[in-house]
């Protein structure tokens, strides 16, 4: 494991067992001359590129048509790092009208720009629902209270393919209480349901186990006190503030990728994707143009332990 000198003056560049954290912007750095060994060979891009909020934030967020304009350029240049069967996965929040208790379609046009541009396929619609999460926008739901609280993000998942490498018995949920029951009394309730769906016994009593997931992924982001924060507090080192949850990255590296493969995150941020993918086993490559974020971000590998 390499050791990340916390000096100012040196590049804070990194690598571990499976990959690699690299100061730039992910326009520069996957242009390079570098990063063209990658292409073609990137199973999965998983990212969450900087939302389109009205508020600038310290990691830099475009607005309005530039920040269309923008994701829509890098749609090209992500698909030509995906194999045949690779998958982009990309995480967008929502966005509002300045000054005004309206949302705002920017991330929905930013979205089709950006598959449309490169011929993606939509496979599949997620939900990110974060219970926890802070009432906003504060304006429109604490302040004057006509709009209730943001609580999820939408997570869109494309292929240039139709049938992305995909498997869904990586990530089933355990059964519920009455499944277990189910299964273990062997008595199920067969026959048409008022939906005029016939259901089938023999369905319903195979252990599979475990049960398919929805594509409503409810994920809280609370820990206040992980790996990740003390370091950053030990080193005198800025937190990022939209860290993505881990779970959320486990989720899709499972569900899209197999050991051996390769992860690229372009917007890397606090690097949770780099740490999902190295402790999953999966290679990595993971861009980001703030020196400081990248610094931080080490706190994930410290030790030559995973976090």
């Given at each position: 494991?390499?050791?990340?000198?916390?000096?100012?003056?040196?590049?804070?560049?990194?690598?571990?067992?499976?990959?690699?954290?690299?100061?730039?912007?992910?326009?520069?750095?996957?242009?390079?001359?570098?990063?063209?060994?990658?292409?073609?060979?990137?199973?999965?891009?998983?990212?969450?590129?900087?939302?389109?909020?009205?508020?600038?934030?310290?990691?830099?967020?475009?607005?309005?048509?530039?920040?269309?304009?923008?994701?829509?350029?890098?749609?090209?240049?992500?698909?030509?790092?995906?194999?045949?069967?690779?998958?982009?996965?990309?995480?967008?929040?929502?966005?509002?009208?300045?000054?005004?208790?309206?949302?705002?379609?920017?991330?929905?046009?930013?979205?089709?720009?950006?598959?449309?541009?490169?011929?993606?396929?939509?496979?599949?619609?997620?939900?990110?629902?974060?219970?926890?999460?802070?009432?906003?926008?504060?304006?429109?739901?604490?302040?004057?209270?006509?709009?209730?609280?943001?609580?999820?993000?939408?997570?869109?998942?494309?292929?240039?393919?139709?049938?992305?490498?995909?498997?869904?018995?990586?990530?089933?949920?355990?059964?519920?209480?009455?499944?277990?029951?189910?299964?273990?009394?062997?008595?199920?309730?067969?026959?048409?349901?008022?939906?005029?769906?016939?259901?089938?016994?023999?369905?319903?009593?195979?252990?599979?186990?475990?049960?398919?997931?929805?594509?409503?992924?409810?994920?809280?982001?609370?820990?206040?006190?992980?790996?990740?924060?003390?370091?950053?507090?030990?080193?005198?080192?800025?937190?990022?503030?939209?860290?993505?949850?881990?779970?959320?990255?486990?989720?899709?590296?499972?569900?899209?990728?197999?050991?051996?493969?390769?992860?690229?995150?372009?917007?890397?941020?606090?690097?949770?994707?780099?740490?999902?993918?190295?402790?999953?086993?999966?290679?990595?490559?993971?861009?980001?143009?703030?020196?400081?974020?990248?610094r931080s971000s080490y706190g994930r590998f410290a030790n030559g332990q995973l976090k």
């Amino acid at each position: 494991m390499t050791k990340l000198n916390n000096s100012k003056q040196q590049h804070p560049d990194y690598k571990t067992k499976f990959g690699s954290m690299i100061v730039g912007t992910a326009e520069t750095i996957l242009s390079s001359k570098k990063a063209a060994k990658y292409k073609g060979k990137v199973q999965l891009v998983f990212t969450s590129p900087p939302f389109p909020l009205n508020r600038k934030k310290k990691y830099g967020n475009l607005q309005g048509a530039p920040y269309i304009t923008w994701l829509e350029q890098m749609s090209l240049l992500l698909r030509d790092f995906l194999t045949e069967d690779g998958s982009i996965v990309m995480e967008v929040g929502n966005a509002w009208q300045k000054g005004a208790p309206v949302m705002s379609t920017l991330a929905l046009r930013s979205l089709l720009a950006f598959q449309e541009k490169a011929k993606l396929h939509l496979c599949q619609q997620f939900i990110c629902y974060n219970p926890a999460r802070l009432p906003g926008p504060a304006q429109w739901v604490t302040v004057e209270r006509v709009r209730v609280k943001d609580a999820f993000t939408h997570v869109w998942w494309m292929s240039p393919s139709m049938r992305p490498k995909a498997d869904n018995r990586k990530v089933l949920k355990e059964y519920s209480k009455s499944m277990l029951h189910l299964l273990k009394s062997k008595k199920y309730n067969a026959g048409m349901r008022p939906s005029e769906h016939s259901i089938g016994e023999r369905s319903f009593l195979k252990n599979n186990k475990g049960a398919i997931p929805s594509n409503v992924l409810t994920l809280s982001n609370t820990r206040a006190n992980d790996d990740y924060q003390i370091y950053c507090r030990e080193n005198h080192l800025p937190m990022h503030p939209a860290r993505m949850q881990r779970a959320l990255a486990d989720f899709f590296i499972n569900f899209l990728t197999d050991p051996g493969d390769l992860v690229l995150d372009p917007f890397a941020g606090s690097n949770t994707t780099g740490a999902s993918a190295e402790y999953l086993k999966r290679k990595w490559l993971s861009v980001e143009p703030n020196e400081d974020y990248v610094r931080s971000s080490y706190g994930r590998f410290a030790n030559g332990q995973l976090k």
